[in-house]
């Protein structure tokens, strides 16, 4: 399974784009990007997925170069309510889904 | 409602004790999932299951048993709990290749 890493942490204030980096080196030719969002207390829920180039949203972009090594999700103009661990899954589409969290990557919006 | 729930919400047990927690989700996803998050960390895959009577270990099974006799419900048993099984536990469900739905969590404590 690919394995990915992520920033521990990023610091960003309110009305600034966002953008969250993740590396997965090994991703198959099979394999797509989910990215999930988290608040303290709650479980993560679905932000974005993509295959390649890039894929938007109501709420993100997610941009994925043409050698899939890693992706990159971005948040349009932060809110303080955007403060939260984002995190990058790399899936492959086979019956099998040993669906794996990296640590995520925790944002920090600031008034 | 539809959704996915998980019973208890909280719990508090003893080391040595048995404790199962509940997911149930009202979709019929074909997948389940248990996650444990520990303080400050990512999420952990426990065990998933892709359909009833099928189920399989992920990063950190040592200590769990689960079952799927019903499509609809995923419960997660620790047999003999000890201080190290604290943790928030997620359970999730999707549909092949589909996002994850996670249940709001349950806390358990071990003293």
């Known amino acids: 399974l690919a394995k990915t890493t992520q920033p521990i942490s990023m610091d960003s204030y309110e009305g600034q784009e966002v953008n969250i980096t993740c590396s997965h080196n090994n991703i198959a030719t099979n394999d797509y990007i989910t990215w999930y969002q988290q608040f303290p207390s709650q479980g993560p829920r679905f932000i974005i997925q993509?295959?390649?180039t890039k894929v938007t949203n109501e709420v993100a972009s997610l941009f994925i170069p043409a050698d899939r090594k890693s992706s990159t999700l971005s948040l349009p103009r932060v809110s303080l309510s955007d403060t939260a661990v984002y995190y990058c899954l790399v899936e492959m589409d086979t019956g099998r889904r040993a669906l794996t969290f990296g640590s995520g990557t925790r944002l920090q919006v600031q008034p | 409602d539809a959704g996915i729930t998980q019973s208890p919400r909280y719990k508090i047990t003893e080391t040595g004790r048995q404790v199962t927690l509940m997911c149930h989700q009202t979709w019929s996803h074909s997948y389940m999932f248990w996650y444990r998050q520990d303080l400050g960390h990512g999420l952990r895959l426990i065990y998933y299951s892709a359909a009833a009577d099928i189920t399989d270990k992920g990063e950190v099974p040592d200590g769990y048993v689960v079952s799927r006799s019903k499509t609809e419900n995923f419960p997660l048993t620790l047999e003999s709990a000890t201080r190290s099984q604290t943790s928030v536990y997620f359970c999730a469900s999707s549909e092949s290749g589909g996002e994850l739905f996670f249940g709001e969590g349950s806390r358990l404590t071990v003293l």
């Open positions: 993509g295959y390649k």
